[in-house]
């Protein structure tokens, strides 16, 4: 079973920044970050592979993406926030399956952090 643990949600006021953690135990090739608001279904926010980058058009230009596999562990940069950003954001990868897709399949999920911005 992969492992996943988020870490570096919490409160800040719009135009804050904020920095996700996602440490997992085991190998992999793609990282994903996901979140999801109360009444919205899951929303795409950014993927990561071998160097290449994917962000959904809401958070383009505001939001940056890094790892380092090695010691396997993603990171989510988040700067000007605003309060549509509040929600629970999710770390998920492929861990050991087969790449099927660019940044797919997503096979293992972390718990969550939330991340709320507002004034």
């Known amino acids: 079973q992969v492992h996943l643990v988020e870490s570096g949600g919490g409160l800040v006021q719009p135009g804050g920044s904020l920095r996700l953690s996602c440490t997992v135990s085991e190998d992999y090739d793609i990282i994903g970050w996901f979140r999801q608001a109360p009444g919205k279904e899951r929303e795409g926010v950014s993927c990561?592979?071998?160097?290449?980058?994917w962000f959904g058009a809401s958070v383009k230009g505001r939001f940056s993406i890094s790892g380092d596999n090695s010691k396997r562990t993603a990171y989510l940069q988040m700067n000007n926030l605003k309060p549509e950003d509040t929600a629970v954001y999710y770390c998920?990868?492929?861990?050991?399956?087969?790449?099927?897709?660019?940044?797919?399949?997503?096979?293992?999920w972390g718990q969550g952090t939330q991340v709320t911005s507002t004034s």
């Open positions: 990561l592979r071998d160097g290449n980058t």
């Open positions: 998920a990868t492929n861990g050991h399956e087969i790449l099927t897709g660019w940044c797919e399949p997503y096979t293992s």
